[in-house]
């Protein structure tokens, strides 16, 4: 996400590292790329005008004039700029209650019914909620199968009565939820493909016949500026508590939400990261900013490795590495853990110092990881705790088992080797993460 905003404003950032001085020549020309990076991202017109405007005057104040490092001085004024455009402060969902109500609405092809499924995973594996859904749309075909094989998926309980009032529905659901002592109860709505009186009086006699504690929009971060007028369309009738945007993921732009907060004050609560059932976070403006920034994201990456990486393996693999006696089978075992938590690129895009180091646009095939594990499980027992013994006849073996080659099987033990080095080196105290 935000991958070619990221990449100009970190340009620019470059370039004012290179003023002894902040004039008002170059930071004219600093901001002429801010600007054309922020259009470019799809950032609404009058946001962009308002935004680089109060950076330059912040820029050209004496502040910064007097400082010793004036382009550090910049780089802050940016980043605090981008935080206060973002909302400043996340803001988490309401949940305060024994049972929490939330309805979820959005238009046709959101990504609405698919975000419950991630929304009903996330509240259970952060918050350790349990959580049912609703389902309330009766009209487009498959939609009450599609929330009840995600219902499934997911080991969740889903409330469904088939074609009948969404209105009623909702309120024998919600009595259902607070009677079992659901912490959440999720309700699914209809959708359309654009904003009508029909769906919004429908929506509003939801919120009206139920206590609802969030009403969030679920919005396409693909579709732009019209955003804008989704969110404003939905807010006029329903008071609005939040939206979640997915597929930000796939906008490598992401102006929506640097547009969305700073137009409508409807704060951004979740954001959909990929395309399976965890893929869901919490937004966070600072954590967000840091990243389009290229300065990582370190909390984001232990929170989901907390979510996913089994401890005690983990602990496990960490004093065989102190111990050097860090072999294939562990190796296999630690390349698992780390497929659970996405794409490695991704991944990387988050640890500090990723962008200054030249990772920031790392592309890693997936089929490379696949080659390994069958390098790997193509091999004896014996072979994965003694790689030493690994010879030629031994190679060839393990290479026709896994489909690959000899030379991909000795790549794979030189990585491996040079893991095994560089793990000691830090162990012995010679050398120092880059970060």
């Known amino acids: 996400m935000f991958e070619n905003l990221g990449e100009r404003l970190q340009n620019a950032i470059k370039n004012i590292n290179g003023y002894g001085k902040i004039t008002e020549d170059n930071i004219t020309d600093i901001m002429r790329e801010v600007r054309m990076a922020l259009l470019e991202a799809d950032v609404n017109y009058q946001v962009v ?3 680089t405007n109060t950076v330059k005057a912040k820029a050209l104040g004496e502040e910064v004039r007097n400082s010793l490092s004036p382009s550090e001085m910049f780089v802050k004024i940016l980043k605090d700029e981008l935080i206060k455009l973002l909302g400043e402060e996340k803001v988490s969902l309401n949940l305060d209650k024994k049972t929490n109500v939330f309805m979820l609405v959005g238009l046709q092809g959101s990504g609405k019914t698919t975000t419950i499924g991630k929304l009903g995973n996330y509240l259970r594996k952060k918050y350790k909620k349990k959580s049912m859904f609703i389902a309330c749309d009766v009209y487009r075909p498959a939609a009450i199968d599609q929330l009840k094989q995600l219902g499934r998926e997911l080991d969740i309980f889903v409330y469904e009565e088939g074609k009948g009032t969404p209105v009623e529905i909702a309120s024998r659901g919600v009595a259902y939820g607070i009677e079992n002592h659901y912490d959440c109860v999720i309700i699914d709505t209809a959708g359309r493909l654009h904003i009508d009186d029909e769906l919004m009086d429908e929506l509003k006699a939801i919120s009206e016949a139920v206590e609802l504690d969030e009403t969030i929009l679920v919005i396409d971060s693909m579709m732009g500026q019209d955003a804008i007028n ?3 369309g939905f807010n006029n009738k329903l008071s609005l508590t939040g939206t979640i945007l997915t597929k930000l993921d796939s906008d490598t732009r992401g102006g929506v939400a640097l ?6 004050n409807i704060p951004i609560k979740l954001v959909g990261v990929s395309e399976k059932l965890d ?3 919490e937004f966070d403006p600072s954590r967000m ?5 290229g300065e990582g994201d370190l909390l984001s990456l232990i929170e989901k490795a907390e979510g996913l990486i089994d401890e005690d393996k983990a ?8 111990k050097g006696d860090f072999n294939l089978e562990d190796f296999l075992e630690q390349l698992k853990q780390i497929k659970k938590m996405g794409p490695l690129e991704n991944l990387i895009k988050m640890i500090p110092g990723a962008s200054k180091m030249g990772l920031n646009n790392v592309s890693i095939d997936p089929k490379q990881m696949s080659h390994i594990e069958a390098i790997i499980l193509s091999m004896t027992p014996k072979e994965r705790c003694n790689p030493e013994i690994l010879k030629a006849s031994r190679k060839i073996r393990i ?3 896994s489909g690959t080659t000899v030379q991909e099987v000795n790549k ?4 491996y080797e040079q893991m095994k080095k560089m793990m000691k080196m830090m162990k012995n105290g010679n050398m120092k993460l880059p970060f």
């Open 399 to 401: 290479a026709k088992g």
């Open 230 to 232: 989704v969110i404003e």
């Open 412 to 415: 794979l033990i030189t990585q």
């Open 259 to 264: 547009s969305v907060r700073h137009l409508t």
């Open 289 to 293: 900013v840091g990243r389009i920034l």
């Open 315 to 322: 602990r496990e693999a960490a004093k065989k590495l102190n």
């Open 279 to 281: 893929g869901i976070e």
């Open 49 to 51: 005008k308002e935004f």
